[in-house]
């Protein structure tokens, strides 16, 4: 198994509070991802990282900002949650190979709950 | 239009049954084609991975991809019951390493 590690595994906070959440890698892959995961949407890209202190936007990065400071670890924040934030969080990696692209490897996801 | 297209099932077939699921595509750029399972309250874990055209087989799982018709297929053999999930599919363009186009995923129930 990829080593991914996404911490936490479960929170439940209020609508207006920051929220970060954190994925560590021991792969030392230089490429990492936050996904959200939602019935009916599949899986949507937010932010990803192609290296220390290189991001980008997804396609819903609205809301949601990252940082990486270090190879192994990629940080999710949500500066102030709303409801609609409330999602099954996925943090990814992957490497690009000499000639070939190489697939994702997934965590085993945070479930955040906003009320 | 979506860019890749996956039947959300659930899809309920008995053990032992050959499973087919499938996923189309509208961009002819794609070369890159994974297989996920998704098993509840887990993360998708890597099934297959195939690069261009042609079939590729891992014990009971065989990847299809079809290029010429934008179709992508897996087919699981002898399906158990260890095989129901949530099966995703994934794709690529060559040196596009920020963007993975997913399906949305077959739930698959293998009956005892």
């Known amino acids: 198994d990829a080593g991914i590690t996404q911490s936490p595994r479960h929170k439940v906070t209020e609508t207006g509070t920051p929220v970060t959440l954190r994925c560590h890698q021991t792969?030392?892959?230089?490429?990492m991802y936050w996904y959200r995961q939602d019935p009916g949407h599949g899986l949507r890209l937010i932010h990803y990282s192609y290296g220390v202190k290189d991001t980008d936007k997804g396609e819903v990065s609205d809301g949601y900002s990252v940082s990486r400071s270090k190879t192994e670890d990629f940080l999710l924040t949500l500066e102030s949650a709303t409801s609609s934030q409330t999602s099954v969080y996925f943090c990814?990696?992957?490497?690009?190979?000499?000639?070939?692209?190489?697939?994702?490897?997934f965590g085993d996801g945070t479930r955040l709950s906003i009320l | 239009q979506k860019e890749v297209e996956q039947d959300p099932g659930p899809l309920s077939v008995p053990e032992g049954a050959i499973v087919s699921l499938n996923c189309t595509y509208s961009?002819?750029?794609?070369?890159?084609f994974m297989w996920y399972r998704q098993y509840s309250r887990k993360g998708p874990e890597l099934l297959m991975y195939t690069y261009s055209s042609g079939n590729k087989e891992d014990g009971r799982f065989t990847a299809q991809v079809d290029k010429s018709s934008k179709y992508i297929s897996l087919f699981i053999r002898d399906s158990q019951p260890s095989d129901s999930a949530t099966y995703l599919c994934a794709m690529s363009a060559r040196n596009n390493f920020n963007k993975f186009y997913f399906g949305s995923g077959t739930k698959l129930n293998v009956k005892p």
């Open positions: 990814a990696i992957s490497e690009m190979g000499a000639e070939i692209n190489q697939p994702q490897h």
């Open positions: 961009n002819s750029a794609f070369q890159y």
């Open positions: 792969e030392n892959h230089r490429y």
